[in-house]
């Protein structure tokens, strides 16, 4: 038995946060990156269940299926996040489609994503399109994580978009099928090796 100190407490307080509710209450414009490599600049006017309903700046209202979101981020920042999007031409040659399936996914465990929060580990996350996202979590949800390109410049990216993902430091791949048996995450010094979480 083990456990890592604090995930218990940190998935308590943040694991089911809404977060599309939170930005539609701020009413502001997001630049979103939606799947078949389009951009829409717009604020979120209703969250449905597995739907967003995005107002453009013309006033137009479109519905996008939520799987169709890659990532998005405050829309004053897309002047120093697009420079910041690297792309894997191998992936993006692949022409991979969103996944509605969520037993397909390219999954990453919380027990991963909580240390490197923590511990500011540099992550690398490919997407399913091919855009390459490098910098630090610094929150993470059931549905997302937020990540900090460079210093004041934080995305959203959502979890059912990722490809791959790569801790920066060690090269590994923070992926379920390969974690599952390598459990880096008992290898950082948030691990308690004998006890059971409180």
Do not use: C
């Not at 998005?72 to 509605?100: H, M, T, W």
């Not at 091919?130 to 990216?157: A, K, Q």
């Not at 590994?172 to 599952?180: I, V």
């Amino acid at each position: 038995m083990g456990y890592l100190r604090g995930l218990s407490t940190y998935l308590n307080q943040n694991y089911r946060r809404d977060l599309f509710t939170e930005f539609k209450e701020n009413n502001s414009f997001l630049e979103f990156h939606l799947a078949g490599h389009k951009k829409k600049l717009a604020y979120i006017a209703a969250n449905k269940r597995y739907d967003l309903v995005l107002k453009e700046v013309s006033s137009k209202l479109i519905t996008i299926p939520k799987v169709h979101v890659k990532f998005f981020y405050p829309s004053e920042l897309a002047e120093k996040v697009n420079p910041l999007i690297k792309i894997d031409e191998q992936v993006r040659g692949r022409n991979l489609q969103p996944i509605f399936n969520p037993t397909r996914r390219f999954h990453i465990k919380n027990k991963n994503l909580y240390p490197l929060m923590i511990l500011k580990t540099p992550i690398s996350i490919t997407l399913l399109e091919g855009e390459v996202l490098e910098g630090l979590i610094t929150d993470f949800t059931m549905y997302e994580i937020f990540l900090e390109l460079s210093p004041g410049v934080e995305i959203v990216v959502l979890r059912h978009a990722i490809f791959n993902a790569l801790d920066k430091e060690t090269n590994r791949s923070l992926l379920k099928k390969f974690q599952d048996t390598a459990k880096d995450w008992k290898k950082t010094p948030l691990w308690v090796e004998d006890g059971t979480e409180e």
